[in-house]
């Protein structure tokens, strides 16, 4: 959530901010804006009669000791009590109209993003070469099944399109990548959080998904009760919502989290070419990071979150390459954007492995999330994240990548001690 503070002070950066975005806000921001002429009208209102109200409260005692009626004093404070109770309710309608229209807002890009969407999302580097073959090279999902890595047709069978069951080395590999990733995340000092799958609709406001996206998640509704909840779509809802409405204290910043989550998307895509085998499913496992910081903090945990995420990249020896991504196509919640993306040799196409993403306050905003500042002001915090790894894509690009002429998959080095196997046949 913008800071309204923001929108009274500068409108026009609001606007040219969402515009980066490809997305209009004008009319939005200008109904903000009376909104909130009205609101602080009221409230001037309401406090002037809070005043008048309390004043004429402490008159009475003295009245009754004095022995003077105070009949008519209490049938005017009747009559304000009653009008005071009127302004209360509209206070509340136009405080819950403004609270509306600025969920609606989306975060504002940072100064330096290029305005527009994907087609203007920039290579930043690129780590080794396109693999070339000097035979035929096989796609992801030939290799999977013919090595009886991945089962697509059982997995349809038990879930439906967009599903699959990892079986022998392919369920191995699948653990071995986690295990890994988790390896890493641990001995750089991340602690490890193990968060409900089941969360409630909190969860996803705070991390901007809600009201704007609550069609893109599985609800799950108690027969039995009003009780409802959704599956959480990546383990960032639930980082991001461990501290809300809690203060830090500056000695906690920066707080490190990684987080192992199947994740959950009603999107599973299109079944082009492009999107087939695990590229795009309604259910991955992914591993997560997630900071807190101080705004002082927020470029160089940015900078920590990216690097661990291409260093795991690199220590699979996959080429990929770095992308910072253009204002509309960062998500509605971030203020940056940079993908890690893996050469899937087949597609001859880069796919998305981990986005790294810096929300600034917008998240701890809606969430309350705050530190106590050295002036002692209170402050919110700035949140973090970034996949370090979402393996449904670091398979297929293995496969593809480290492929051998007689059909067999050389398992990455640092795989190895968790698979207890150099390659697979």
Not at 104 to 128: H, Q, T, V, Y
Request: net charge negative; aromatic share 8%.
């Amino acid at each position: 959530m913008l800071d309204i503070k923001l929108i009274r002070s500068n409108p026009e950066q609001v606007k040219a901010g969402a515009k980066k975005r490809c997305i209009d806000v004008d009319a939005l921001v200008d109904d903000i804006l009376k909104i909130d002429e009205e609101r602080r009208e009221v409230t001037g209102k309401v406090e002037s009669m809070k005043a008048e109200q309390n004043a004429a409260t402490k008159k009475i005692p003295v009245m009754k000791k004095a022995g003077e009626d105070t009949a008519p004093l209490m049938a005017e404070l009747k009559t304000l009590s009653e009008k005071i109770k009127e302004s209360d309710a509209e206070l509340g309608e136009l405080e819950e109209k403004q609270k509306t229209l600025l969920l609606s807002l989306p975060n504002m890009p940072d100064e330096d993003l290029l305005a527009g969407g994907k087609e203007n999302n920039k290579p930043i580097r690129f780590f080794k070469e396109q693999p070339t073959f000097d035979f035929e090279p096989k796609n992801h999902v030939e290799l999977c099944e013919s090595l009886g890595m991945i089962d697509y047709q059982r997995g349809a069978k038990l879930a439906g399109a967009g599903s699959w069951v990892y079986r022998g080395m392919g369920a191995r590999m699948e653990w071995a990548l986690l295990n890994f990733f988790i390896s890493e995340h641990l001995s750089d000092g991340y602690e490890l959080v193990l968060p409900p799958h089941m969360l409630n609709y909190e969860c996803g406001y705070v991390a901007g998904q809600f009201p704007k996206f609550t069609d893109e998640v599985y609800w799950i509704q108690n027969p039995t009760s009003t009780d409802k909840k959704f599956m959480l779509p990546t383990a960032e809802t639930a980082l991001v919502n461990l501290h809300r409405d809690e203060v830090l204290t500056p000695e906690e910043l920066p707080r490190k989290y990684i987080a192992y989550t199947p994740c959950y998307r009603r999107e599973a895509g299109s079944y082009r070419s492009e999107e087939r085998g695990m590229i795009r499913g309604h259910q991955f496992n992914k591993v997560e990071m997630v900071q807190y910081t101080t705004p002082e903090q927020s470029d160089a945990a940015f900078a920590e979150l990216v690097g661990k995420a291409e260093k795991l990249v690199q220590k699979l020896g996959l080429h990929y390459r770095l992308s910072k991504l253009a204002a509309g196509d960062c998500s509605f919640s971030m203020a940056r954007t940079y993908d890690i993306e893996v050469w899937i040799p087949s597609m001859e196409i880069y796919k998305e492995v981990s986005s790294a993403s810096n929300a600034r306050d917008y998240q701890a905003r809606r969430g309350n999330v705050k530190y106590r500042g050295e002036d002692k002001k209170l402050q919110f915090v700035h949140t973090l994240n970034a996949s370090g790894l979402a393996t449904s894509r670091v398979i297929p690009a293995i496969v593809e990548q480290y492929q051998n002429a007689d059909g067999s998959v050389t398992v990455p080095e640092v795989l190895r001690p968790y698979m207890g196997c150099e390659v697979i046949r």
